[in-house]
């Protein structure tokens, strides 16, 4: 089969939050990105090394706009299974797939982020966020270093 589009045309990377050491403590958010011009998109967690008795728990919230106004988790609630060091979930990769109409868009909801929240002790990983099935294409590229074809 062959294809006449890049990916880089028909995804576009909303926001990232770069490998990170993150400490435990309160929950924490990725940027807000708003929707308002995809169908879906994409979560995409991608774990480093663990501490010892760490854990991640993550949960989608969805806001009114990209500065987190009104911001409530999504319902019904998309949330991984809790990361563990026990468990071996160091080196793991996590995707959480939201559909626009699963937003409150009658209450003016258009915008999510990632909560996320690490308990016990320190753990590294990577974030990203992705939208898709554009409403207009192709998609920009601008949020790419650089694109390969």
Wanted: proline share 2%.
């Amino acid at each position: 089969m062959s294809y006449t589009e890049r990916l880089s045309e028909k995804m576009c990377l909303l926001t990232k939050l770069s490998p990170v050491s993150v400490t435990n403590g309160a929950i924490a958010y990725t940027s807000y990105v708003s929707l308002a011009n995809y169908h879906r998109a994409a979560i995409v967690i991608h774990m480093g090394v663990m501490a010892g008795s760490s854990t991640v728990d993550a949960v989608v919230h969805q806001a009114t706009n990209t500065s987190g106004g009104s911001h409530k988790a999504l319902d019904p609630t998309k949330a991984i299974t809790q990361l563990t060091q026990a468990s071996g979930d160091s080196g793991k990769s996590v995707i959480i797939e939201v559909h626009t109409d699963e937003l409150d868009v009658g209450g003016g909801f258009s915008c999510i982020a990632l909560g996320y929240t690490v308990g016990a002790a320190a753990s590294i990983m990577t974030i990203a966020i992705y939208g898709f099935e554009s409403r207009f294409e192709p998609v920009s590229v601008t949020a790419w270093d650089e694109v390969v074809d």
